[in-house]
């Protein structure tokens, strides 16, 4: 997966780190509603910045394509 970026957007530090995790399961919430796919939550790419401790969650390319069809889901307005 390609980040946004190569450097952290809080601290500029250029030490990331990144994992793939799933958005919920267990006993937690499932922070990606309706993303998954049968009997498996949609996945996150967790990215760290080891410098700062900066967390960014990005939704997997198989749960954004799902967004624009989704129920539980709206677009934001401007
Ligand atoms: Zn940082």
Redesign the pocket.
Known sequence: MKTPSSH?P????RSLFRTTTASGGGYGPVLLPGLGRLMRTAEFTVVV?A????TRFYASADARSQLGGARRWQRCQA
């Open positions: 952290c809080e601290c500029e530090g910045c410098d700062c401790g900066l």
